[in-house]
């Protein structure tokens, strides 16, 4: 285990670094091929932020089991990234945000009209870059990914202030909008290495649970620490409506607190929802999201269980522990 | 040559007319998947309107040269219709439209950010479709479509007001927001029939003059007409300042006209983009612009000359009379 943010993933991405630098470049190389200054500036501001690269960290990493082309690995990292950084435009656009990792965020800056078409723009342009793998269960698997993220996206904002959504629901939710990309990112690495099925199937499912784990933990930050930490108040997903994991945990232990008895008969009163944070806050539910999280983290470890031991192994390893320690 | 439009209509679809309602059901299902009733309601008012399903009677002319699998004609029309609904639904929302084939839009009834969650899910179910066709040809293609279209909307955006643009950056733009999707209507239907490369290169070649001939139509129409009829104000288009052929003609044709002056030194006045919409719909530009319509018309019959004598060439030659004479 390593210490600091920076030092886990320096270590997470070690042993792919090289591969990540050309998945920066070839991002790079995208924005520069416009000829307009404002679309070349404007890939530019999207896509060089502070972001982790988690994703195509997962895809290279999910490769490095079997020999294989290094040039389709690459490639497919790099879908995998700008699929993110489309869907980030896109929710930037929809959720009115300014800021994205540490920017002025496109919407916010060219307008909403710019950020909805060059959101479209970068979600064609990843799966054309799919397209060169020339694998048609990985170009598939690529746009039933985006389908998920528009549903889960689409989900929430028509579950918002619903309290008779199930822990089910949330899950599913969860899936669509985050795991789901995960899940692609270690698949489509595993299957273009060419790794035997039951080796595409594990690795499928570490994604799944590290990104069911990832999201997790989001809801759960989202009620710890201060307004200054997080950048938006706390508790700002229940305040905007979104009922995630903790909440839920809340509701099923406390079904007669007076409070959420309001907000459950359809009350979307701010004073309510900010003592309901609060409550949350400072109960078990909390605890009990943790343990839920603890749960996945343990699954994809088990997932790993059946491959070789290789350091690509220990950084998957690592980045399972990153994701459920994070601090943000 | 057939007399009213919906004759006109029925003459062109004939020949496929079965495998068109065949799409039109499957689009229809695809609603009725949905649970939440939300979702299968959006997806039915996205895309049951009044259309004419030019683009998916493309698909399936283009493939009745030469036998095929009916079955993956069938869903690569329903693709390309998807495709331009998913591209309706975008735009509706960034040009905050609310009719669209006499219904209220996406974007009207729902708002703008589920009118761009569900613009997104509707692109990524169309690439899902294409890939039941198993043919990356035409995967990557559709891919490319999404990026053309997207790109094209960008630099109208951009090009808004700006009297330097030339009439070849009108026809790249008139190319990638609307050709495009015809080039591919075309092109997919051929290269899933089997046709030799010379006859999919000539169908896609037919495709892009339909499509540039629709699309100089729509500006020409714009400008004709009473407001009444157009449901929206005579020369809209340039009351925005989006420059269209017709004004680009006019303003060769008038350099130093004065009005024309004062816009390119940066005007936007109200007053005087109105005069110079009077004056270019009394002026010589709209034959010309007719002219070029023209052009492009002969070119499209010229593409089919070397087809076989059947039933679809018929129905092709008169779609292109169609779009060439339409006047709505």
Chains 1, 2 share one sequence.
């Not at 079997?66 to 980030?88: F, R």
Request: proline share 3%; charged share 25%; hydrophobic share 40%.
């Amino acid at each position: 285990m390593v210490d600091t943010v920076d030092r886990r993933i320096q270590y997470i991405q070690e042993p792919v670094q090289e591969q990540l630098d050309q998945v920066v470049e070839r991002l790079r190389g995208l924005a520069s091929q416009h000829h307009a200054p404002s679309q070349s500036e404007l890939l530019e501001s999207a896509a060089f932020g502070a972001g982790k690269k988690l994703r195509p960290a997962l895809t290279l990493l999910a490769a490095s089991f079997y020999p294989c082309d290094p040039e389709n690995i690459v490639t497919m990292a790099t879908s995998v990234e700008l699929l993110h950084i489309a869907s980030l435009i896109h929710d930037d656009t929809v959720d009115r945000s300014s800021m994205r990792r540490g920017r002025a965020t496109v919407s916010s800056r060219w307008g909403g009209k710019v950020a909805v078409l060059l959101g479209d723009y970068v979600f064609a342009t990843s799966a054309t870059y799919v397209c060169d793998t020339g694998n048609v269960r990985v170009i598939r698997r690529f746009s039933e990914t985006i389908m998920d993220l528009a549903k889960g996206e689409l989900s929430e904002h028509f579950s918002t202030h619903d309290w008779n959504q199930t822990r089910e629901d949330y899950e599913l939710r969860t899936y669509n909008k985050t795991a789901s990309l995960f899940c692609t990112s270690t698949e489509s690495g595993a299957v273009l290495s060419g790794a035997p099925e039951e080796v595409c199937q594990a690795l499928k499912s570490y994604g799944y649970q590290v990104g069911m784990a990832f999201q997790i933990m989001d809801d759960i930050l989202d009620f710890q620490g201060t307004e200054e930490e997080l950048g938006k108040p706390v508790g700002n997903d229940l305040l905007q409506g979104t009922l995630t994991l903790p909440v839920l945990l809340f509701a099923e232990r406390h079904p007669d607190e007076l409070v959420l008895r309001r907000l459950k008969e359809g009350g979307t009163d701010v004073a309510d929802l900010q003592k309901a944070v609060e409550m949350i806050r400072n109960s078990a539910a909390i605890s009990d999201a943790l343990a839920v999280a603890d749960e996945y983290r343990s699954r994809a470890f088990e997932m790993l269980g059946g491959l070789e031991d290789h350091r690509a192994r220990r950084s998957l390893e690592e980045l399972t522990e990153y994701v459920t320690q994070r601090r943000s």
